[in-house]
């Protein structure tokens, strides 16, 4: 079966791959890209342990085709920190124990940076929808919320 | 509650620790693995490859209980880019007892047992070609007759899962599902339940719920024509992976080495094998590396829920609220094998309370469902979920207080516990007096809102443990243990080594080594990695600092036990002190090669001080009359910890208990179709809580010291979920004005009672 030629960019840098038509672009991140900070908790687009945003918008990678990402801009969780330098959520998630073991953490960092460019000032109850399509089966989501909140203060204080 | 109702707490319900002041232990320092946790870095059981590397996928029965007349592979096997496949042919024979047990459940032999049951597993160039391979495999199946209810199977004219498993425990004339039996007790009940001013017995059903850890089992294994072979796998202990793995291949253990991954949850659900000895078996006969990993839908078909429970509890009260007699029959279906943890269950029920007549009986029933594996305490929340419902209608209908009622009739140290021996030091009582004390408990509730209570009771384990800390010139230290790191016990393990050797939390860098560096560990299970590790931790530094003191000692002439270890320095005691100047680590260490060589701490044995543990949970819910929808508004954690090491991962431990208790009793099940299949094999429609689902979860951390553990410590990571299900339905069933019984209270189940209750 011959294979998919697809040009896209991820976290800023021009990529090529070849994948079947059958490939979900999380299975190109993972496989093809070695970007494995994404994970499959489910492969049904239900846990978001995948979160990615294709062109600015969160979506579930394992939902999305490989061949579609052609032409896109895609970005995941490699691409957050700016060298040594953590994103303020990636800080404030170590800070507030907001993980622990940290499947989930990946595709919740990448969810609350898509909220918080759209909202800088969620409520907490905005948060948990927002969130809802994000599962984390080891905290109860108490320290996440709480994690996310104080970050985007900060973010506010420091715009 | 809303995050931003909360007011900090003060006055904390917490008792000093045994006069120890700490200055790094009970600090909550980041965690040593939180960068590569937030970057994507962290390597988790998906996450490696190899060189070569092929793909597997396994072949699965669809039926719930089947003879398997043929396999089929022709066609598999001549698809382009399939290596190699496997059937129960290509293990070891001759295995007995629970070895047997894992093997017939890793690939089926003659019978698949259960929707889900493997039958044979494909490896291919590609995860594609080896799903396309697994749907080529042709098996024809003898369909037989199912059962996957508790009480179905313990009836007569049920159909028989195996003749002869059950064990000499089982009291004759019993149904052979019936392979375990537990009976306990002490008094006399009949005689309790006399002096009783109100005795109520009731029935209580729960689902099975699975452990719901997010990462999908995954390994990659690579076996030589030589025996020899290497293995990376998600899991809560390796050597139990590399023991197994062992018997099963037929190899001997040493010739295997298994690395544990990052792993991604396991809740107790990742403390056996179901693909490992698949892989290895794949790559033996392909000599090639192998890749397996299980999707969402396999992890639930195949690997281990919980049991589910059919239970009935009788107590006896008096007016004033003491309690005369407690009687349960816990009956429990584990799936198609022996392990249901009846006997825990029944041990469970009535720990928390000092009663001289009970008696507690559980049968272990086997079913055409997967293998039930450990969840986090398990049986317990089912046990407190029959007694402490009980003891809820008790209260309700003499017009108690409940948390005075537990108060009244709690265990305390020297008690005998309801499963035998005496109690040690224990908090019950203090996390009934914490609670009572919390502003919780005694504030007003909505209409249409309920509040309930719950106490819970885990064992607690200690366990085979070998840990060893090697230090570096420069006087920082290497600490390798070998339980896997499921919660932050990293930061735990170098706050411990920190405060014995007196230098940086950051200068101590924890592994989490493998099967071959050190010597056997237990699994990371039964709360056991914080006190077994953790001691073992603390007396491997206990030993380096000897041999550091011995260094300072041979330099200065003077006998050893003239020196002491004080802030990270040798210093000169006894009629020696002010001698000589303090002589920091790393100095000593600097010269170490030419004082005697390398300098490292040992500790390895199997420490049986693990205290038990006690939990008080006070819930608010509120219950939709029209919809059945109930959501949890407040919710309140208490419990014992001894000594908490890393506070804030200790509230993790207690938040993420109570969050799974919550979607236990609320929501998840499994559910099972006529035809004996699983119906809701995806996250979608097995629903754990999301983050809109949940209040904040607050938390109180009671410490009552372990005399078990040089710091105090008490494992927490289990005691937190045994009180939530009873706690919720105590909630559930004031602001409803109805009792639930059965588990989850979803909401067909609350329309249900409350259309009863109005007599439809």
């Known amino acids: ?159 | 509650m809303a995050l931003d109702e909360y007011k900090p707490q003060t006055g904390k319900a917490m008792l000093e620790g045994e006069g120890r002041s700490f200055k790094q232990v009970g600090t909550s320092p980041d965690r040593p693995d939180g960068v590569d946790k937030v970057t994507g870095r962290a390597r988790f059981g998906a996450d490696v490859t190899a060189p070569g590397m092929l793909h597997a996928a396994i072949v699965r029965s669809p039926h719930a209980h089947a003879r398997i007349l043929k396999i089929d592979t022709s066609a598999a096997e001549a698809l382009d880019g399939v290596k190699a496949v496997v059937t129960r042919a290509d293990f070891a024979t001759g295995l007995t007892g629970e070895m047997w047990n894992i093997l017939e459940n890793v690939m089926a032999d003659k019978t698949a047992l259960y929707d889900g049951h493997a039958v044979a597993a494909v490896a291919a160039t590609s995860a594609l070609i080896a799903r396309d391979a697994a749907k080529l495999v042709k098996v024809e199946y003898e369909v037989l007759p199912h059962v996957t209810d508790v009480d179905a199977a313990m009836a007569t004219g049920a159909p028989v899962i195996r003749e002869g498993a059950a064990d000499a425990s089982v009291p004759p004339g019993l149904h052979p599902n019936v392979v375990r039996y537990h009976e306990s007790g002490r008094g006399d009940v009949e005689a309790g339940f006399a002096e009783a001013d109100l005795v109520i017995e009731d029935h209580f059903r729960t689902e099975a719920t699975h452990q719901g850890y997010i990462e999908p089992h995954a390994c990659l294994a690579q076996m030589g024509g030589d025996g020899k072979g290497e293995l990376w796998c998600c899991t809560q202990g390796h050597w139990n992976v590399q023991k197994i793995c062992a018997a099963l291949l037929g190899t001997e253990q040493s010739a295997l080495r298994v690395t544990a991954s990052e792993i991604g949850g396991g809740f107790g659900g990742k403390t056996t094998v179901f693909i490992e000895p698949v892989a290895l078996a794949l790559s033996r006969k392909t000599s090639r590396p192998v890749k397996l990993v299980m999707s969402r839908s396999e992890v639930f078909r195949a690997t281990g829920p919980t049991a589910s429970t059919s239970m009935d509890v009788k107590v006896g009260m008096k007016k004033d609220g003491t309690i005369t007699a407690m009687q349960g029959t816990f009956r429990l279906q584990g799936g198609a094998f022996p392990g249901a943890p009846a006997d825990m269950t029944a041990m469970c029920a009535f720990a928390p309370y000092n009663v001289a007549n009970l008696k507690q009986v559980g049968y272990d029933v086997m079913s055409n469902r997967p293998k039930q594996a450990a969840y986090r305490a398990p049986g317990s929340p089912m046990a407190a979920f029959a007694t402490e419902s009980v003891i809820d209608e008790l209260c309700n209908q003499l017009g108690l207080d409940p948390i005075e009622v537990r108060l009244k009739n709690a265990s305390r140290e020297g008690t005998r516990a309801s499963y035998g021996p005496k109690f040690q030091r224990i908090g019950l009582v203090e996390t009934l007096e914490a609670a009572k004390a919390h502003p919780h408990y005694s504030a007003p509730l909505k209409p249409g809102q309920g509040r309930g209570v719950s106490c819970g009771f885990w064992f607690n384990f200690g366990g085979e443990t070998s840990v060893s800390l090697a230090l570096s010139e420069d006087g920082s230290a290497q600490l390798m243990v070998g339980t896997p790191d499921i919660g932050g016990s990293r930061a735990s393990m170098a706050l411990m080594a920190a405060e014995e050797l007196g230098i940086p939390y950051e200068n101590v860098r924890v592994t989490i080594a493998d099967t071959a560096s050190l010597g056997y560990n237990e699994v990371s299970h039964g709360s056991r990695v914080t006190y077994a590790s953790g001691l073992a931790t603390i007396q491997a530094a206990r030993d380096a600092v000897r041999k550091l003191c011995g260094r300072a000692a041979a330099k200065w002439g003077i006998p050893e036990d003239a020196v002491k270890w004080e802030n990270g320095c040798a210093v000169p005691s006894g009629p020696n002190a002010g001698d000589f100047d303090p002589l920091p680590i790393a100095e000593i260490t600097a010269s170490m090669g030419a004082t005697g060589g390398p300098i490292v701490g040992h500790f390895e044995a199997t420490p049986e001080g693990a205290g038990v543990s006690f939990a008080t949970h006070i819930v608010d819910a509120e219950v939709d009359p029209e919809t059945g929808k109930t959501a949890v508004v407040r919710y309140t954690v208490v419990q014992d910890a001894g000594k908490a090491i890393h506070p804030t991962y200790v509230e993790g431990q207690f938040q993420g208990g109570a969050a799974q208790g919550i979607g236990w009793a609320l929501n998840e099940e499994y559910i099972y179709g006529e035809d004996g299949r699983l119906q809701n094999a995806v996250f979608l429609d097995y629903r754990i809580p999301v983050a809109s689902d949940l209040p904040m979860i607050d938390t109180v951390i009671v410490e009552v010291p372990n005399p078990g553990h040089p710091y105090g410590v008490r494992g927490v990571g289990e005691t937190s979920i045994c009180p939530p299900l009873a706690a919720i339905a105590n909630a559930v069933s004031a602001a409803a004005g109805v009792r639930l019984h059965e588990l989850p209270m979803s909401p067909p189940r609350i329309l249900e009672a409350l259309e009863r209750q109005r007599g439809g």
């Open chain 1, 1 to 159: 079966m011959s294979k998919i030629h697809v040009t896209t960019t991820v976290n800023g840098d021009a990529v090529e791959f070849l994948c079947d038509a059958r490939e979900t672009l999380l299975d190109v991140l993972r496989d093809r890209l070695n970007l494995t900070g994404a994970k499959e908790g489910c492969g049904t687009g239900d846990c978001g342990a995948c979160s990615v945003t294709l062109d600015g918008r969160l979506v579930c990678s394992c939902l999305v085709l490989g061949a579609e990402a052609e032409g896109r801009e895609i970005a995941t969780v490699e691409g957050m920190a700016n060298g040594e330098e953590l994103h303020p959520l990636q800080q404030k998630f170590i800070e507030y124990a907001a993980l622990q073991c940290g499947i989930c953490t990946p595709g919740i960092l990448v969810a609350t940076k898509a909220l918080l460019e759209r909202n800088p000032d969620p409520t907490e109850t905005e948060v948990r929808y927002w969130l809802a399509g994000n599962l984390c089966r080891c905290t109860g989501y108490d320290k996440i919320i709480r994690a996310v909140m104080d970050t985007a203060a900060d973010m506010r204080e420091a715009s």
